[in-house]
């Protein structure tokens, strides 16, 4: 139950707010993501190096044969979205840098530190679940953590709502669970 709760409000909540991190952030010289996206094609595709992303991703964000037509936001999974706020939005690294755990930093506030540690509880709870189990004190300290990481972003952006998103999100899980 932790666990799926846990889920939940990673991909739901925390998904939310960085689509709203990537759509707020996005270069001066373009109007809209999907302007960013098509004006760095080549480079999230892999023409210039290593590319950025996988070919189910690259279907998703260009899905027209032509490249004239991104795909939808809201149809993005938190790494992709991580992809894209990392390499072509104009929120800066955090202190510890992309790719890094900003907990090694707790004075890091900065909107790359709250994208960053979205990533990593993404990839703990989520991606490198053993057994998708998390005890209760596990789960308390992650859901204090994802709060308080929503609450940066909220503060950054002068947006409200994800910390509600978060205790509806809590209530809504267990409601199902109990259900069944």
Same mark, same amino acid.
């Given at each position: ?59 998703? =964000?260009?899905? @027209?044969?032509?490249? /004239?037509?991104?795909? +939808?936001?809201?149809?993005?999974? &938190?790494?992709?979205?991580? *992809? ?64 308080? =990481?929503?609450? @940066?972003?909220?503060? /950054?952006?002068?947006? +409200?709502?994800?910390?509600?998103? &978060?205790?509806?999100?809590? *209530? ?9």
């Amino acid at each position: 139950m932790n666990h799926a709760r846990l889920c939940v409000a990673i991909v739901t909540v925390c998904g939310n707010a960085m689509r709203e991190v990537l759509s707020t952030q996005v270069p001066s010289q373009h109007k809209d993501i999907h302007q960013t996206i098509l004006a760095n094609k080549s480079k999230l595709t892999g023409r210039q190096g290593r590319p950025l992303l996988n070919l189910d991703q690259t279907q998703m =964000v260009f899905p @027209d044969p032509h490249g /004239k037509k991104t795909g +939808k936001v809201e149809q993005f999974d &938190l790494s992709l979205l991580y *992809t894209f706020i990392r390499n072509i939005s104009a929120v800066p690294p955090p202190v510890t840098g992309w790719g890094y755990d900003p907990q090694d930093n707790p004075r890091d506030n900065s909107l790359g530190a709250s994208v960053e540690r979205i990533r990593s509880y993404r990839n703990h709870i989520i991606g490198h679940s053993m057994d998708g189990k998390i005890s209760q004190h596990d789960f308390d300290e992650y859901w204090n953590k994802i709060d308080a =990481v929503l609450g @940066d972003i909220e503060l /950054k952006l002068g947006t +409200k709502g994800y910390k509600t998103q &978060l205790e509806k999100q809590k *209530t809504q899980v267990i409601s199902v669970y109990e259900a069944c």
